[in-house]
């Protein structure tokens, strides 16, 4: 993982003072740090009949689509309001300066479907466990929850506890 690290950029005082914002750009650059970023996110679930990734919108979309790629099932986009053209289920949920919501298609994954959530970083949880709760309530089964990058202080990971959680990197 020492090679993901370096591909970590840290720019201190973004977007606010006092933050150190990880940036994924030189990562993501990187053909090689890339391949063995999603070769590493997915390994742990490789044997757990993952029959979909969903990956939540921006930076998510970038891993989890290469790491439905990576296991060869479908891609399913978690996205802000507004931007799905067809029949959508939503949920709302609370951030630290406010509130949110995601959407996804209706007939997106349904009560077969074992659904590998991804992402670029794990911070407080709350758009993870939203992105679960939504998955959750078409009817389908969270398998678990992948991130390149996790932020162990500020309790993601335990706003996840019903959900397996992998990240490759911790700060």
């Known amino acids: 993982m020492h090679r993901l690290r370096e591909r970590i950029r840290a720019i201190p005082d973004f977007p606010k003072p006092g933050i150190v914002f990880r940036d994924i750009t030189p990562l993501v650059r990187d053909p090689a740090a890339l391949r063995l970023a999603v070769h590493h996110l997915v390994q742990p679930f490789r044997d757990q009949d993952i ?52 959407e996804v298609h209706t007939d997106a994954v349904g009560d077969r479907d074992r659904v590998l959530l991804v992402d670029d970083l794990l911070a407080t949880g709350g758009t993870a466990r939203a992105s679960c709760d939504l998955i959750r309530q078409l009817n389908a089964e969270v398998v678990g929850c992948a991130f390149v990058i996790e932020l162990e202080g500020l309790g993601g990971r335990q706003v996840l506890d019903d959900y397996p959680v992998h990240s490759l990197l911790a700060y």
């Open 51 to 102: 029959t979909a990734v969903g990956g939540m919108e921006a930076r998510g979309f970038i891993f989890g689509s290469l790491a439905a790629w990576e296991l060869g099932v479908g891609f399913v986009p978690l996205r802000k309001p507004g931007k799905l053209p067809y029949d959508v289920e939503s949920v709302s949920y609370d951030l630290e300066y406010g509130s949110a919501s995601l």
